[in-house]
Nanobody, 121 residues
Framework: QVQLVASGGGLVQAGGSLRLSCAAS????????MGWFRQAPGKQRELVAT???????NYADSVKGRFTISRDNAKNTVYLQGDSLKPEDTAVYYC???????????????WGQGAQVTVSS
C-alpha cells in the first residue's frame, strides 16, 4: 500500500516560518514530480510548488521568493519551507506525487492527507 504522509503544519504568526514534510512509503519503483498544493476555505485547490526528479522547480507567483521546495530522493520525501508567511497563506496544504509501482506500470497521481497551516495577523 502506497502512502504519502504529511507533517509540520500548525499555527504561526505573520512574518514567521514553517516547514512541511511529506514522505512516500510503500512498493515504489520511481517517483517523478512531487509537489505541494493548498486549499483555503471556500476556494479551489491551487498549486504552490512542484519539483521534478531531476530538480526542476516551479512556484506559484504568490509564493515566489518566500517558499522553497526541496526533495530527498533517497528518503522519498518532499519539503516545503515557508518564510515571511502571510495570513493569506492560511490553508490546508496537500502533498502530491507522481509515482510508479512497477517497471511497466503507469505513473499514477497520489495525494497526502493534508496539513493545516494557519497564519495569524
Amino acid at each position: 500500500q502506497v502512502q504519502l504522509v504529511a507533517s509540520g503544519g500548525g499555527l504561526v504568526q505573520a512574518g514567521g516560518s514553517l516547514r512541511l514534510s511529506c514522505a512516500a512509503s510503500g512498493s515504489i519503483v520511481s517517483i517523478d514530480a512531487m509537489g505541494w498544493f493548498r486549499q483555503a476555505p471556500g476556494k479551489q485547490r491551487e498549486l504552490v510548488a512542484t519539483i521534478t526528479s531531476s530538480g526542476g522547480i516551479n512556484y506559484a507567483d504568490s509564493v515566489k521568493g518566500r517558499f522553497t521546495i526541496s526533495r530527498d530522493n533517497a528518503k522519498n520525501t518532499v519539503y516545503l519551507q515557508g518564510d515571511s508567511l502571510k495570513p493569506e497563506d492560511t490553508a490546508v496544504y496537500y502533498c502530491n506525487a507522481l509515482m510508479r509501482m512497477a517497471p511497466a506500470a503507469p505513473t499514477l497521481n497520489y495525494w497526502g492527507q493534508g496539513a493545516q497551516v494557519t497564519v495569524s495577523s
